[in-house]
């Protein structure tokens, strides 16, 4: 259980200065987490809600990554959510040099390399979306494994992230799975 609603969580976001493209991140984080929560029979909305609230004060620390995620547990504790929910969304900034306070912690939870593998790959899908013409209705995860494999197309996305996912899943499996999840709400993010 959430202390706030999927709605509440919305307009949590919503009451920060958000640019469109960083909207669209966190509903694709949300799908992505829904669908690993159906995969590994986990409750869906918890998943789901770490994955639309994973970067809830990016608005405020983007242009101060120190910040980031630290920011987020204040935010997060006045919306009531508990200790445990907030060091899951901490932990997809572990191991970022640019972040001091988590640069020398590891993820080691399942949640915790889901959470980051999912809201990682959202980039490597949305570029090759755009490269072909916004278009991921007919994306097979054939040709996103090629981007995957090629270093640089989308050069910041962390392949090293995305590969937490592989004790839980196979790599192919899970670009199909965040794929179809994608699809789903193609057009709340402006792909077709």
């Known amino acids: 259980m959430t202390p706030i609603t999927r709605e509440q969580a919305i307009e949590l976001l919503k009451s920060m200065p958000q640019k469109e493209s960083d909207m669209n991140h966190y509903l694709e984080s949300e799908i992505i987490m829904k669908k690993l929560a159906e995969k590994f029979n986990e409750d869906k909305e918890y998943w789901g809600m770490l994955g639309l609230l994973h970067d809830v004060d990016w608005a405020l620390t983007n242009k101060n990554w120190p910040d980031h995620c630290t920011k987020a547990e204040e935010i997060l504790k006045q919306k009531g959510f508990d200790e445990g929910f907030i060091r899951t969304i901490q932990s997809h900034a572990y191991s970022y040099e640019a972040i001091p306070k988590f640069k020398d912690k590891k993820r080691t939870e399942k949640i915790e390399h889901c959470l980051a593998a999912a809201e990682t790959i959202t980039g490597l899908i949305y570029a090759y979306a755009l490269m072909r013409g ?22 910041n996305c962390n392949r090293e992230t995305i590969k937490e996912i592989e004790p839980y899943l196979e790599l192919g499996e899970f670009f199909q799975l965040s794929i179809e999840a994608m699809k789903e709400i193609k057009d709340q993010i402006g792909l077709r």
Not at 134 to 155: H, N, Q, Y
């Open 134 to 155: 916004k278009k991921i209705s007919d994306m097979e995860p054939k040709g996103l494994k090629k981007k995957f494999k090629d270093k640089t197309f989308a050069a």
